[in-house]
């Protein structure tokens, strides 16, 4: 069966069942909803207009300056030189205190990766240990761990962190590094050979 609609003018509009069409009946909503929304059926033939889901917020915080951040060895150490939003859609990233929060309304699965260059100029590099902390200064919540043989010392290393996290509304995450050094200084590279290779990036998944 086909119901048409005759347009005020001329034309008209169609609906047509399927031939097998059984017996069902659909409830339209009672407004017109608001630009972009889309009709979502409760399984018993009753529809309403929802929200896209969206993968927001979406953040990649990095350093822009091409230099070299010193630290002290063995001590682990906010990230706070990822100073430079490249995007963030729901001002999730503090920039001073590079701690990414979970705005209201948006938990749910996060993608998440941080990465961070270590550098020694004396060679001597021993250990590199990175992890993100949740809700607490010392909450260690994901973590890697590079030991370097102490007879094969290393000037630069690169880690990185990749995972999908469950987040709620309020929980938040903060990327600290620790790099242990035999003698020496220590630093967080950020020369222009390892262009962003320090950041803090996140988005939540889509379900």
Do not use: C
């Not at 990822?82 to 938990?107: E, R």
């Not at 938040?172 to 020496?184: D, H, P, T, Y």
């Amino acid at each position: 069966m086909t119901l048409k609609l005759v347009g005020s003018s001329s034309g008209h509009t169609s609906i047509e069942a399927p031939a097998s069409a059984g017996s069902n009946t659909l409830v339209l909503p009672v407004n017109n909803g608001t630009a972009g929304q889309y009709l979502k059926t409760d399984g018993n033939g009753n529809l309403s207009w929802v929200d896209p889901p969206d993968n927001k917020p979406i953040v990649m915080a990095y350093r822009s300056a091409s230099d070299s951040i010193s630290l002290t060895s063995d001590v682990f150490t906010d990230a706070t030189w990822l100073n430079t939003d490249l995007i963030d859609t729901d001002n999730a990233w503090n920039t001073s205190t590079a701690t990414f929060t979970v705005p209201s309304g948006k938990g749910g699965k996060y993608v998440i990766a941080a990465g961070a260059n270590a550098y020694s100029n004396s060679n001597n590099m021993r250990e590199f240990r990175p992890r993100i902390v949740k809700n607490g200064a010392n909450d260690t919540y994901i973590a890697q761990y590079a030991h370097i043989p102490t007879n094969d010392g290393h000037r630069h290393v690169q880690a990185n962190i990749h995972a999908i996290v469950p987040l709620d509304a309020g929980d938040w995450l903060r990327f600290q590094v620790n790099i242990k050094v035999a003698s020496g200084a220590v630093y967080i590279s950020n020369d222009g050979s390892g262009k962003m290779s320090n950041y803090f990036s996140a988005y939540r998944l889509l379900e």
